[in-house]
T-cell receptor, first 111, second 120 residues
Framework: SQQGEEDPQALSIQEGENATMNCSYK?????LQWYRQNSGRGLVHLIL?????REKHSGRLRVTLDTSKKSSSLLITASRAADTASYFC???????????FGTGTRLQVFP | EAGVTQFPSHSVIEKGQTVTLRCDPI?????LYWYRRVMGKEIKFLLH????????ESGMPNNRFLAERTGGTYSTLKVQPAELEDSGVYFC??????????????????FGPGTRLTVL
């Protein structure tokens, strides 16, 4: 199975609600990065959390990392219709620079 | 600061033809990466340049793919001859290494908009 698996595959919520996406991985990592992709567009970097960090915030985003469980979560608070996109976690494997991507979570936020 | 740019945005070619994709990284970024996403699959790593040198090309699918980064600035990815299964979106990313005291850790990879390649 994939290095990065995301859960859920799809998520539909109303504006104002919180959205939580989870990512699991298998090997040791240097860091874990979350990206957003709007339909048909490029990947936008959201946040990077290093292997020695447990939690990080950026605006309405909160990322946690549990290296003992090899998992991460992305929380988007007070969601907006503009948050509708696919979200990917990507792990930087220990001692390499390449990113291993998960299959993504498709988030739909209804106004 | 300009982001990562890629050209062309779309390319439609016939099987057996040659296509060359170009990536211009963020100025000053020594690291340049190529990834691709074929239909229905996850985004996969192809290769990594540090300046003009190939650091890791473990993801290159076969010898029909040739990547270059002459002079350590922009990079090209040539597919010759193209096959149907090469269709997908090709992404380029760039990053700079972390300065001391945490040198050695990969920094954020910034992605370009991608080139959508369709092989008919």
């Amino acid at each position: 199975s994939q290095q990065g698996e995301e859960d859920p595959q799809a998520l539909s919520i109303q504006e104002g609600e919180n959205a939580t996406m989870n990512c699991s991985y298998k090997t040791s990592i240097n860091n874990l990065q979350w990206y957003r992709q709007n339909s048909g567009r490029g990947l936008v970097h959201l946040i990077l959390i290093r292997s020695n960090e447990r939690e990080k915030h950026s605006g309405r985003l909160r990322v946690t990392l549990d290296t003992s469980k090899k998992s991460s979560s992305l929380l988007i608070t007070a969601s907006r219709a503009a948050d509708t996109a696919s979200y990917f976690c990507a792990t930087a494997i220990y001692n390499t620079d390449k990113l291993i991507f998960g299959t993504g979570t498709r988030l739909q936020v209804f106004p | 600061e300009a982001g990562v740019t890629q050209f062309p945005s779309h390319s439609v070619i016939e099987k057996g033809q040659t296509v060359t994709l170009r990536c211009d990284p963020i100025s000053g970024h020594d690291n340049l990466y190529w990834y691709r996403r074929v239909m229905g699959k996850e985004i996969k790593f192809l290769l990594h340049f540090v300046k003009e040198s190939k650091q890791d090309e473990s993801g290159m699918p076969n010898n029909r793919f040739l990547a270059e980064r002459t002079g350590g600035t922009y990079s090209t990815l040539k597919v010759q001859p193209a096959e149907l299964e090469d269709s997908g979106v090709y992404f380029c990313a760039s990053s700079q290494d972390e300065p001391p005291p945490i040198a050695g850790f990969t920094d954020t990879q910034y992605f370009g908009p991608g080139t959508r390649l369709t092989v008919l």
